[in-house]
């Protein structure tokens, strides 16, 4: 019989879109003891994360609640509670996650209208808002920061635009939500959906969301109206009133409401040690502040950018829209990409991401992120990429990426912005 050793995982420096080095604190605290889920103490827990959450989306919403299951669990929970068959979604793509959003809504029977272009851009707000016109969807459904092209799509007037319109809007925020400002309340969004192992530093498994009472009111009217099935509950007490047809128990949020709220109703058991790994890591977020801490993520990025640009690399996408937790580098002509990336890995124990899609094997992404995001990896990452692509034969300007980024570094020093 084979003896398997103790698990010994590498140390890496993680410079991808996600997962992301965890916190250390974030590690301590999923080894705290398990509870009872009913047990005051864990009801306790799961209320400050909620009140945690509704800090971290800016947001005074009554429901902010993680989903147990990665990032696209959230999102499904939100999309499969609101769409009823034949529901029009209109459905703004420009990257790879704009298509699971389609694909997700098809699913469970909406009726999609989608609009792209070009990846490396965003849409401009108006042409959305034309098309929201036009379409008359029940909802609109959008990326914001979309870690497969670096870009961030600006909300706040397609937002308006949806709540004059009476559409509902729910946003993927899954890449950018704890690195730079998602403003729910402010920008008029209805529904939305973070990441853990992204910008917050926790490891993948739970999907942070809130939702308003619009939202709200949309899922109670179908559990009322519709005939179908039966939930546990009324099975239980033999109550057959209610014929809920959301096509998914486990992604109801009418059930995870009444899980989360003070009804305490028995749905899922609660993912304890991610719960408490949640909380640590919202901690840390409010300890830093909201406002440091977008502002280091945006000094890292300078940093990074400067760095890159000094070594003669170009960057993907169009500047103006560049979202500041990913980076994307063209990958110079005549270089085998991954053997790039092996080589990263290999020598330094560094990671950065490959690509999908029409940008395979034309981007390097670098993720700047939450934990990732410090200067040691800035550092760390600028200098190795530099000695790789020079075995790789590729003709940078040699010594100019790291002194570039610490020409910022030491003129420009954080302390005067980071808190921390
Ligand atoms: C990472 C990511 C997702 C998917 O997250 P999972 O945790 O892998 O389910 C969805 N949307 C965006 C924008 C992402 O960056």
């Not at 997962?19 to 047990?39: H, K, N, W």
Request: glycine content about 8%; proline content about 5%.
């Amino acid at each position: 019989m084979t003896t398997y050793t103790d698990l010994n995982t590498p140390l890496r420096t993680i410079m991808t879109p996600g997962p992301v080095e965890v916190d250390p604190r974030v590690l301590r605290a999923m080894s705290t003891p398990i509870v009872g889920q009913f047990d005051p103490a864990f009801t306790h827990i799961m209320n400050e994360v909620m009140e945690m959450l509704r800090h971290l989306f800016e947001t005074k919403n009554k429901w902010a609640f993680p989903i147990d299951g990665t990032s696209r669990s959230g999102i499904e929970a939100l999309l499969c509670s609101v769409i009823e068959p034949g529901d029009k979604v209109l459905v703004p793509i420009f990257g790879r996650f704009g298509h699971l959003l389609t694909e997700i809504c098809e699913r469970y029977g909406a009726e999609v209208h989608t609009m792209e272009c070009r990846w490396g851009e965003v849409f401009d707000q108006e042409d959305v808002i034309k098309e929201i016109k036009r379409i008359q969807p029940k909802i609109t459904a959008i990326v914001h920061g979309e870690t497969s092209t670096g870009c961030m799509q600006p909300l706040d007037q397609i937002g308006k635009a949806c709540r004059d319109q009476d559409v509902l809007l729910i946003v993927d925020a899954v890449a950018s939500t704890g690195g730079t400002p998602v403003k729910v309340d402010e920008w008029y969004i209805d529904g939305i959906v973070a990441g853990t192992q992204k910008c917050l530093s926790v490891p993948s498994g739970m999907a942070p969301l809130t939702y308003n009472d619009r939202i709200e009111k949309v899922v109670h009217a179908r559990k009322k109206v519709e005939r179908g099935i039966s939930t546990e509950e009324d099975r239980i007490n033999e109550q057959t009133n209610n014929h809920p047809t959301i096509k998914s128990n486990y992604f109801d949020i009418s059930m995870l409401q009444d899980y989360w709220g003070p009804r305490r109703l028995n749905h899922h058991t609660e993912a304890t040690s991610m719960l408490y790994a949640l909380r640590e890591g919202l901690r840390i977020v409010i300890e830093e502040g909201l406002e440091n801490r977008f502002t280091r993520h945006k000094y890292h990025e300078k940093a990074l950018i400067a760095g890159l640009e000094a070594m003669g690399l170009s960057l993907f996408g169009n500047r103006e829209c560049k979202l500041p937790t990913v980076t994307c580098v063209s990958i110079p002509n005549g270089v085998d990409p991954e053997s790039v990336r092996r080589m990263l890995l290999q020598q330094f124990g560094i990671e950065i991401a490959s690509s999908f899609g029409p940008l395979q094997g034309k981007i390097w992404r670098i993720g700047s992120m939450g934990y990732s995001c410090r200067k040691e990896n800035i550092l760390f990452v600028l200098g190795a990429l530099e000695a790789v692509l020079i075995r790789h034969g590729v003709d940078i300007n040699i010594g100019k990426g790291l002194q570039a980024a610490l020409e910022v570094y030491i003129n420009q020093p954080a302390t005067a912005l980071v808190t921390q």
